[in-house]
């Protein structure tokens, strides 16, 4: 197992840095595994270092406490993108943020934080819509300008520089954009390549509803329909992660996921809550059994606390959604370090995903998800012979009220609709509220 846990951050912010109930929202954040903290700089509703590096450092600082490192993410500055003078700027910027975090953290400390340049480049609403070369101008030069301030701390290490948090979701081509990044730069600037993945773009009601425009694309097929549509692209987390790290075969760069979601949206009424509910809760547990079967190095759930939107795992008074129990569940008994297995494929079950755990000392466990609203009963025996040891259920379905409920294991289990199960030969310490 050599995923690492993580989360975007970003409307959020306050709630995990200084809200009355940050203790909580920190907690939880450590519950689910959290490793790695992707923040912002001059992009996103988060505080500008330069306007209001009182807060920023707030902001880092809470990460650090968590246990995780931060991946500092510098995007963007203003058309035109190709024009020396404004990324000359924009490199200067930069160059003086992380100045002032070596200053305050000290450069051994922030050597071992992740940089991320850009932001979905090849998007027009986030990015900019950049072309390759264009991309590769600024990544350039930042990241021999980040390399240049690291490098007396790295010793035998590598630079964790990276980019272009590439959007996959609905874009062609997308996959160019890292294999170019791998052939075109110095493999001493880059430390690693991110590529995002949603189930959808799309509401899940009919546009019309809301007034949008779908510039030619037709409307998803709502209700059950939709549902089913956005489960069925769990895969897809594995196809494009074994995609990626096929270009790294003999490189020392990592494959980071650096955002996924079930919908890319803010609002409830846009989704219908399917980020943090059952289904989302059946998702996300999916997409992670994905993306370690595919060879990803990352993840990075967009995004960790909600403020008013529909993306966040933890509320802002750090109560967890379903999603978040059910991250919470995975990240307890599949955790880094681990040794991993995969029952082979049931055709009889195409609704179900399974991974087997295996701890240094022993302790065996395993994720099952139910990706349908339909029951599903199986024996976890028939699936890998070493969970006949398992005496434990933690099960989190569309029949427990959104909490987890933990049982004893018997020889057959059922999991009620959308929904995680997760069975051991250990679990006394597991924590379910």
Known sequence: MKLRYGFNEIYGWYHLS????????QRRMRLMGTKVVRLFVFDQPVPDPFKDWRNFEGLVQAVLDIGAKPMITFAKFPEPYDRPKNINDFVLRSSEVLWGMIERWGGEEVSQWYFGIWNEPNNLIVGGDLNFQQYLRIYQALSAEIFRQLSPYLHDRKALIGGPAIDGTHRAYWLDWICRLLDEVDERQLGFVSWHCYGDWRPAVPSKSLGLQMWGSPDSPNGDAFEKLLLART?????????????LVG????????????????EYYYTLGHNQNQLGAAYYASALIHLIRGGADMELRWTATAHTDAYGLVYMDGKPSPAALAKQ????????????????NRLSLPQLDAIVSVSPAGGTSAVFVNTSREPVSFVPAEWDAALAACTRLFRLDLTTDDRVAAETCGERITLNGYGVGVISSGGAETIIE
């Open 235 to 247: 895969p897809t987390y594995e196809a494009k992660a074994r995609s990626v790290a096929r270009l």
């Open 329 to 344: 569940l995975f990240a307890q008994h599949v955790r880094f370090g681990d040794e991993v297995r995969f029952p082979e």
């Open 18 to 25: 200084q809200g009355t109930h940050r203790k909580e929202v």
């Open 251 to 266: 490189r020392n760069v990592l494959n980071i996921c650096g955002e996924l979601n079930t919908m890319s949206h803010h």
